[in-house]
Every structure is written in structure tokens, then in C-alpha cells.
């Protein structure tokens, strides 16, 4: 008798599982849908990695480097660029910058300790021949 309540509770049950099951997984898909975000909307997330940079510049540059103040802002904004709404939302959730692959993090290492873009404002030195 036992077993035939359990299979009636589960007849009527099953359904209703399995539509908050869906709507879950649509309302999961909405988020991970967003928009991209815009350069203006980008700027508390530049000035969050620079400052994570700035304060751990070790991980970042090599001991000495100079000016890593403006090679962190460097960094901020190329790594900006390339995270995803998610990262963004680990960077302030969590207070960490989120990994990246060698090769993107080397790039923009480089771009930034070779002359790459410098923050707004700032003129880049010309180099005398």
C-alpha cells in the first residue's frame, strides 16, 4: 500500500520538478546572455585590477619594474577587455583577479612593459634617434 502512495506522490510531483528544473536553467542562460560591457562600464573594473596589481605587483612585473603604477593601469585595461561578464563578476565578489592563460597574460605583460597604451592622458615618451 506504501509503495502505491509513493507512486502516486511522485506522479504528481515529477511534473512540478521538472518545470522549476527548466526555469532554473532559462533564468541561469538569461545571466550568462548579458551584454558586453561598454568602455565607461569597464572603468570600476580597471580600477579594481589595477589596484589588485598595484598592491601584489610581484605577480604582475618583475621586482623593480618601473613605474607599475602605470603598468598596472596598462594591465587593467587590456585584461578588461578580455573578461567575461562572469570574471567580472568573480573580481568583485570574491577580491581576486581571475586566471587567465599564459599567453593573454604574457601579451598584455608585454604590451605594457614595452610602450604598450598608456592610460588616458598621458602622452607616450618619443623615443630620440
Known amino acids: 500500500m506504501k509503495a502505491d502512495h509513493?507512486?502516486?506522490?511522485?506522479?504528481f510531483a515529477l511534473p512540478a520538478i521538472i518545470a522549476l528544473i527548466g526555469s532554473v536553467e532559462?533564468?541561469?542562460?538569461?545571466?550568462?546572455k548579458s551584454a558586453v560591457p561598454s568602455d565607461a562600464s569597464l572603468a570600476p573594473v580597471r580600477a579594481k585590477i589595477a589596484q589588485k596589481c598595484t598592491y601584489d605587483s610581484g605577480k604582475y612585473?618583475?621586482?623593480?619594474t618601473p613605474n607599475i603604477a602605470g603598468r598596472c593601469e596598462c594591465y587593467a585595461a587590456g585584461l578588461s577587455k578580455l573578461l567575461s561578464t562572469e570574471e567580472i563578476r568573480y573580481i568583485f565578489n570574491y577580491d581576486k583577479i581571475p586566471d587567465i592563460s599564459k599567453d593573454q597574460n604574457a601579451k598584455i605583460q608585454n604590451?605594457?612593459?614595452?610602450?604598450?597604451p598608456q592610460p588616458a592622458g598621458k602622452a607616450r615618451p618619443q623615443k630620440k634617434s
Do not use: I
Open 6 to 11: 509513493t507512486s502516486h506522490a511522485l506522479k
Open 26 to 32: 532559462a533564468a541561469a542562460q538569461t545571466r550568462t
Open 61 to 64: 612585473f618583475a621586482a623593480g
Open 111 to 116: 604590451a605594457c612593459l614595452g610602450g604598450g
